[in-house]
């Protein structure tokens, strides 16, 4: 029951997901051929919005559901790791025609084949953990 709030945010944000035509495959395929605003639109309100957000918890003190300070700690900055990390994520997205929230969504939707793009994602992220002191951050 304590975690009722985060799955009704889950499912208000798929419908959301799915009535913006953001898990369409064809809405995906037309930003990678650079045919269409819609994608680009889309990521660009989100990374405002979110740049926006960040700007108000930090000016505010704003506190996480558990009455936590939300702090924020400076990264290294190298654009080589953005640069082959963006690149790995973006052929992830390419190759599977979904990016990590849409693939719940699809298969809510009957696409069952996404569940192996899901393993894999979860799989992906279990041997980040595994080599993650080794990689260079």
């Given at each position: ?8 945010t ?15 495959w ?44 939300i ?5 290294n ?61």
């Amino acid at each position: 029951m304590k975690y009722l709030k985060f799955l009704l945010t889950g499912v208000v944000f798929g419908i959301v997901m799915a009535k913006a035509e953001i898990i369409s495959w064809y809405r995906i395929y037309e930003m990678f051929r650079f045919e269409s605003f819609h994608m680009y639109g889309i990521i660009g309100s989100a990374v405002i919005l979110g740049a926006l957000a960040v700007q108000i918890i930090k000016r505010t003190q704003l506190k996480d559901i558990e009455g936590a300070q939300i702090t924020f700690n400076p990264k290294n900055r190298s654009i080589i790791r953005y640069l082959v990390g963006g690149t790995i994520f973006g052929l992830g997205w390419a190759l599977a025609g979904a990016c990590p929230g849409p693939m719940f969504v699809l298969v809510g939707y009957g696409y069952l084949s996404l569940l192996i793009v899901i393993v894999g994602a979860v799989l992906g992220t279990f041997i980040y953990g595994l080599l993650r002191n080794k990689l260079p951050h």
